[in-house]
């Protein structure tokens, strides 16, 4: 293997958990739910989704649960900041918390799980690109699947119309007949899900173990590249592979002989997130009511 | 299946509906908010074929009648009867499926999305571009409306906006349309433009068009019907052929303005205190003034008259600091004072009642003392610290003087009743004006001996020197209290009327932008 | 219309609604907790000892539950400050880290003389946190950039920063002798920039960023309460439009409590750093930072509130070091943290949704 292709390989691999959380976290950031609670949705789902392969034995289960995991963190989330009205990012920072605390006190089983890969014949042996393109973990294909499918339900259908009109403009929402909470709620939850597959990917597919505090920030990093993406499906999912790709020069190239400096490249993501946002906020980028609470019959 | 609006529910016990009932029937709708009563056992029957104007001032209660048929308010009494059926309006969406569309003045389009995704937010079934924009060509093209279906709604202008509403609201084909003061923001063609394809809309298809307004030109010309409504209440019909654009603006002024009771108080003294040269302003991208123009003197009271969006609440916004200008200057006893500059106005010596206190008057969880003293600290403090004990002196002197009911200096002004907590701004403010005293409803919620005491009290500050602009649409009040009446008309004076001359026909004419 | 004084009539007298509400909300979370324990083979009462025994039991480890109370009522103190302005600063793990990097170079570069050097550390901490919170604070006024968004991801860039610094021997990094493996973290400071501390081992040990801490955090209350600028940042944080009218400008006012509540996470920083660490390591921040906001947010942002608070958390960091002796995960405590909070916001969220859903409300 030569040194880009092993880079490659590393980067998309690294990427997989990210892309899976940012396609949730892209839907609720365009209804207008900002979730720090990502962190934790992961974090639970990594280890709900190991427990449930060991479990069960099948990986695909473990995947199911990590999502179902993900989900129920979601459940708390939605239903604390756009049923009640505490503070999302309060709720999100307690709820980051917990789950770290929970998941490092429960006592977790240690036996490795494996997920088969999926080997495209002919086109895996390409050079540069095969490795890294055509030989993964089967889930992670699922990514071909479900990144379409996310940016049509989000631009081309209704749930997804309405979606977007309670993360620019809640209150002309409300007017159109549009329950603005429950859209809110619905979307964190599919938030959620996503984040728990992610997770579920990390710990079962990747690592194949459950460690204490084993997402270490990838749900910050996925807010950094929603953000980085303009609030755009494409740009988000290119700031996943560039963080990811950032994260494997940083563990491959000291290997590869190649002196950059790490600090700067676990930063990248960051520093990129914040200028985009320096660049584009005045402009009118992003969804207009972010992280701003909706209550009706306020003027 | 893909729809603009929702499946109408099959009324229950319903009778077939009759093809000759009128589009609507409003009996006796009541609705209250909080002390005050919006309509009054109101009653109206809309044609189909028609354009009904509803003809009011602000408060006259006509914006909540149209909501409550628009499913956004629910009445305490009275029904609803749409092409004969009795019908209960529980939302917005409800009302679409019954045929009843709304153009609001604010709040209705989704900047970030695009012309069609408007359009097409609050429909049903699939969501279906193609068939979107298709429609609303059709749509666009059948009434000569121009809009570009593919273009996002920030980058519109006003009167794009406007057509992008209506088109939202024709395409649903309603059966009833109610537009609201849709005209304020147009420039003339473009509102003659607008009158005719609503035209179009009641005499080609035949549907019912209930336009709110209180623009008598517009409603002389435009309208079949008339509705005149006052207080909450329905005061006059009038169809085409009977109205008579005088009457109507004596109609909706009221014909009882009482006499001058009194001679305000003083006389104007020659030194100008505040002066305002040709102020243009925007607010939310909408101009909110053009080309102000207004002066008082020492001593003066002078009344504000206008209808709603016709910069009143500009004007107090500009001399509360809250709304810079973009053309034009305001000056304080002859120094100019930085429009839109964090407490300006306020350090010039300008004190400020505003119409919605607890928008800037007021802070609910602060007490009352606190709430007394929030604009100017000075008297109250030493070193930097704000004394307790000087702050509930005063407080405990001005409940007393101004008989805030309930308070002690302690208590926090959200436990106090809405009256009171106006008293408490009403009492600051009055304190604080040395050179300009800026009142917007002073009376609204107020008991008779309590309007009584804040009469003498503007009076009281007129006759020591303090220029006073009394912004209301109480004309009762400014006719009381005011030595010279200026009437605004969109961001503009059109007319000014002393006492002598302030009769309500040309009161009403002026409202209406009629310059004699 | 009548006068009077409006009040609610719920079926519970009015005063005893919401110490109820807070003491059925405790009840279930500490239920909630204890199930959690026994069910994972755990004794409750074991692990409620251990956790005494931890922090209050003797003068020792009151001395320990201290220094953890310290650097949380510091950065709670700050976080305070900031919410009553109406800014959310949720940054304080970075600013608190960048507080400690400063005050280490400080510490370590500029000589100084013996009762000059803390207050030299202290000063580069605050000042490192305060520049901290000063570029979020900076991309909001000029900007509009979110300031959760911009606090948020500036804790990362912080930590890249004093990985950077600690990496480096031209900057921070110790120097060791050739041969030794190297380690990401700098020197000792010098004795002469350590904090004071009084009593001695087994007593209680009391440190001067205690006194620090309890001054601000006093300070904090009267000038909240009592001063001109306390009044109109409760105001700005109220009623932004108002405030407006009344003269307060929202950069100066608002920005100007973010800064102070970055000053605070740096000087805990620092404190930490000279008063107990006494050299700067990756891990310094060692979560005081995220504690610290959540103090303030149980402590429902009363700057009084925030000195018990800061108290019980402290104990509870001090005694989850106790409780890895007797085979419990020390992780326990986190959940029992993060339940805390959500039990002190439950009470008033569905008090308000009592409030929303009570008929016949008219808007206002």
């Known amino acids: 293997m030569t040194g880009l292709e092993l880079v490659l390989a590393s980067a998309l691999r690294l990427s997989v958990p990210l892309l899976f959380a940012a396609l949730g976290e892209w839907i609720a950031e365009r209804a207008g739910a900002l979730n720090v609670s990502l962190e934790g949705m992961m974090l639970a789902a990594a280890f709900g989704g190991y427990v449930g392969a060991v479990a069960t034995g099948s990986s695909a289960l473990g995947l199911l649960c990590a999502a179902a995991t993900g989900l129920s963190v979601a459940l708390a989330q939605s239903g604390m900041s756009y049923r009640l009205t505490v503070d999302a990012n309060v709720v999100g920072l307690t709820l980051n918390v917990l789950v770290l605390g929970l998941t490092s006190y429960l006592p977790a089983p240690t036996e490795p799980v494996d997920v088969p890969h999926l080997t495209v014949p002919g086109l895996s042996a390409l050079p540069v690109v095969g490795g890294a393109l055509f030989d993964q973990p089967w889930p992670a294909y699922l990514l071909l699947g479900l990144a379409p499918a996310l940016w049509w339900v989000g631009y081309r259908t209704r749930w997804g119309l309405e979606l977007r009109a309670c993360g620019d403009g809640p209150r002309a929402a409300d007017a159109s007949g549009v329950d603005v909470p429950r859209r809110r709620r619905q979307a964190v939850l599919v938030c959620g899900a996503f984040a728990g597959l992610g997770g579920g990917y990390l710990a079962v597919a990747e690592v194949g173990l459950f460690n204490p505090n084993m997402t270490a920030g990838r749900g910050y990093l996925v807010l950094a590249a929603v953000i980085f993406g303009g609030w755009t499906l494409r740009g988000t999912l290119a700031g996943c592979l560039l963080f990811g790709a950032a994260d494997a020069m940083r563990l491959a190239l000291p290997a590869l002989g190649y002196q950059f400096n790490p600090q700067l490249l676990l930063a990248t993501p960051y520093l990129l997130a914040l200028l985009t946002m320096t660049v584009l906020a005045r402009r009118g980028h992003g969804p207009a009511a972010l992280g701003v609470p909706f209550r009706r019959g306020l003027t | 299946m893909r729809s603009f609006g929702r499946p109408v529910r099959a009324a229950r016990g319903a009778e077939a509906p009759d093809a000759d009932a009128p589009a609507v029937q409003l009996q006796g709708l009541t609705k209250r908010f909080g002390p005050v009563l919006a309509c009054a056992d109101v009653s109206m029957t809309v044609l189909r074929g028609r354009i009904h104007g509803l003809l009011g001032q602000n408060g006259a209660g006509k914006t909540t009648l149209m909501r409550m048929l628009a499913g956004l308010v629910r009445p305490d009494a009275g029904r609803i009867l749409v092409a004969g059926r009795p019908v209960t309006v529980t939302d917005p969406a409800t009302a679409t499926a019954l045929g009843i569309a709304m153009v609001h003045q604010h709040f209705s389009l989704v900047g970030r999305l695009r012309v069609w995704e408007n359009v097409a937010l609050g429909g049903r079934g699939r969501l279906d571009s193609r068939w979107t924009r298709r429609e609303i060509g059709r749509v666009a093209d059948g009434y000569g409306l121009l809009v570009d279906p593919d273009r996002r709604v920030d980058e519109l202008t006003t009167s794009e906006r406007q057509r992008v509403e209506l088109v939202k609201c024709l395409i649903r084909a309603p059966q009833v349309l109610i537009l609201d003061e849709p005209t304020s923001t147009l420039t003339p063609p473009e509102a003659r433009h607008l009158l005719s394809v609503l035209r179009r809309v009641v005499s080609d298809e035949s549907r019912a068009v209930v336009l709110i307004s209180h623009d008598l030109d517009e409603l002389a010309h435009a309208a079949d019907e008339v509705t005149v409504m006052r207080d909450g209440a329905v005061l006059a019909r009038r169809s085409a052929a009977e109205v008579d654009v005088g009457e109507l603006g004596r109609l909706m002024v009221g014909d009882q303005l009482p006499a001058a009771v009194a001679a305000p108080a003083g006389e104007p003294r020659e030194q100008v205190r505040l002066r305002i040269r040709d102020a243009w302003a925007t607010q939310a991208r909408r101009p909110v003034l053009r080309g102000l123009d207004l002066r008082v003197r020492a001593g003066e009271i002078v009344g504000v008259a206008g209808v709603e969006g016709s910069g009143q609440g500009a004007l107090a916004d500009l001399l509360s600091s809250l709304l810079p200008l973009d053309r034009g200057n305001v000056e304080v006893d002859g120094n100019p004072v930085p429009p839109g500059r964090p407490g300006a106005m306020q350090r010039a010596g300008v004190g400020v009642v505003p119409e919605d206190r607890h928008v800037s008057g007021c802070v609910l969880d602060m007490s009352v003392a606190e709430n007394l003293a929030m604009t100017d600290l000075g008297p109250v403090s030493r070193w930097g610290f704000v004394s307790r004990g000087r702050l509930r002196q005063r407080a405990e002197a001005t409940i007393r003087e101004f008989a805030i009911g309930g308070a002690s200096p302690d208590t926090p002004l959200r436990l106090l009743s809405g009256g009171n907590q106006q008293r408490v701004v009403l009492a600051r403010e009055l304190g604080a004006a040395a050179s300009v005293l800026v009142v917007a409803q002073p009376t609204r919620g107020l008991d008779a001996a309590a309007v009584e005491h804040v009469f003498a009290r503007i009076g009281g500050l007129a006759a020591q020197g303090v220029a006073v602009l009394l912004i209301s649409s109480d004309l009762a009040d400014i006719r009381r209290l005011a030595h010279r009446i200026v009437v605004l008309h969109r961001g503009a004076v059109v007319g000014e009327l002393t006492q002598a001359t302030a009769d309500p026909q040309r009161l009403g004419l002026l409202l209406g932008g009629r310059p004699e | ?364």
Do not use: K
Not at chain 3, 38 to 49: F, I
Not at chain 3, 100 to 105: C, K, M, R, S, V
Not at chain 3, 185 to 213: C, D, N
């Open chain 3, 1 to 364: 219309m009548t006068d009077r004084v409006a009040r609610m009539r719920p079926a519970v007298p009015a005063r005893l609604v919401t110490p109820l509400a807070y003491l059925a909300s405790f009840t279930v979370t500490m239920t909630a907790v204890a199930l959690l324990v026994e069910l994972t083979g755990h004794s409750a009462a074991e692990v409620a000892l251990t956790l005494y025994q931890g922090s209050f039991a003797d003068l020792l480890s009151l001395g320990r539950v201290l220094d953890e109370a310290t650097a949380l009522l510091l950065v709670a103190t700050g976080a305070v400050v900031c919410a009553r302005a109406g800014m959310f600063n949720i940054g304080q793990e970075g600013q608190l880290v960048i507080g400690a990097l400063a005050g280490a170079f400080v510490a370590l570069r500029v000589p100084a003389p013996g009762w000059l050097a803390p207050v030299l550390t202290l000063g580069a901490a605050a000042a490192g946190g305060a520049l901290w919170a000063g570029v979020a604070a900076a991309l909001h006024y000029w900007r509009r950039v979110n300031v959760v968004i911009g606090t948020l991801l500036l804790i990362f860039l912080a930590s890249q920063l004093v990985s950077f610094a600690l990496n480096r021997d031209w900057l921070l990094q110790e120097a060791t002798p050739a041969g030794q493996n190297r380690l990401p973290q700098s020197a000792v400071l010098p004795a002469a920039a350590h904090l004071p501390r009084w009593g001695r081992y087994p007593g209680i040990e009391v440190g001067a960023g205690a006194l620090l801490a309890i001054g601000i955090a006093a300070a904090t209350v009267v000038l909240l309460a009592r001063s001109q600028w306390g009044f109109r940042l409760r105001l700005l944080g109220l009623n932004p439009v108002a405030a407006r009218r009344s003269g307060v400008r929202a950069g100066l006012v608002g920005g100007g409590a973010l800064l102070i509540s970055g000053g605070c996470a740096g000087l805990a920083g620092g404190v930490v750093l000279a008063g107990d660490v006494h050299r700067m390591q990756g891990g310094i921040a060692n979560n005081l930072g995220w504690e610290g906001l959540l103090v303030a947010l149980v402590a429902r942002h009363h700057p009084a509130a925030v000195v018990p608070v800061a108290v019980l958390f402290g104990a509870l960091r001090a005694g989850a070091g106790f409780l890895a002796s007797t085979g419990v995960p020390r992780y326990l405590v986190s959940v029992l943290t993060a339940l805390i909070v959500i039990a002190s916001t439950l009470p008033a969220a569905f008090a308000e949704l009592r409030l929303r859903r009570r008929p016949g409300r008219s808007r206002s």
